[in-house]
């Protein structure tokens, strides 16, 4: 499996990326020719991202208003609803055939949970899951439940894009502007904020690859 870092790019540029190393999988896949799956991380400009299921609703600005603090919004072909991304916000997309990792749509999800849950225990942070809610939650359960991972797929013939988002430095206020996932009674954190300082993004990147390696059943990354 190899691993790409793509640094800061605008979403518009790696979603045509991301689609493009998509396509031509699938196309692999049944043509029988080689491929390779990919790990791709990275970070985006400020940008809210509406799933395919998505409430327009959910955005709380209008175009004018988006300008004004220097974000777009996109309509996406990914699951769920909708979410932030921003500087100190790690971005992971996993292209790959799920074929390869013996994994359904629901056990692969599960293992991106696993992998996020492991890097905020690493950064001693106690995360977990909310039933009926992708993603990684704090606190799951009580008043105080929030989410520090956001996670939304594409799969189509086995092949997988867009992925998951954990808030590692990020500024958590672009996230006022929006129902986050479609909640409004649900906070969202970050790894800087439970851990009361600025973190390493680089290390946290390297935690969660070597998590998600693992969690996939990967033979080897590189």
């Given amino acids: 499996m190899k691993t790409e870092y793509w640094g800061m790019v605008p979403y518009r540029e790696a979603w045509d990326r991301q689609t493009e190393l998509f396509n031509e999988l699938v196309r692999a896949r049944a043509c ?16 809210y991202t509406l799933g395919r299921h998505g409430k327009e609703t959910n955005m709380l600005l209008r175009e004018e208003q988006l300008k004004q603090i220097g974000a777009e919004l996109y309509h996406i072909d990914r699951g769920g609803d909708i979410t932030y991304h921003g500087p100190g ?25 696993e992998a996020v849950i492991r890097v905020c225990a690493s950064c001693g942070i106690e995360a977990g899951r909310v039933a009926g809610a992708t993603g990684v939650w704090l606190a799951a359960g ?11 797929v594409r799969s189509s013939h086995f092949v997988t894009m867009h992925g998951l988002a954990l808030n590692v430095n990020t500024d958590l206020r672009y996230f006022g ?18 851990v009361g300082r600025e973190v390493d993004l680089s290390e946290v990147r390297s935690r969660l690859e070597k998590e998600l390696c693992t969690c996939l059943n990967a033979s080897g990354c590189r």
């Fill in 142 to 152: 009580t008043k105080d439940e929030r989410k520090i991972c956001a996670i939304g």
């Fill in 89 to 113: 916000q790690l971005v992971c997309y996993p292209i790959l055939n799920l074929e390869d990792f013996h994994l359904g749509l629901k056990d692969y999800i599960h293992a991106l949970e």
């Fill in 177 to 194: 502007y929006i129902h986050p996932c479609g909640f409004i009674d649900k906070g969202v954190t970050s790894v800087a904020r439970e």
């Fill in 32 to 47: 029988g020719d080689s491929y390779e799956n990919r790990l791709i991380f990275c970070e985006h400009p400020h940008v």
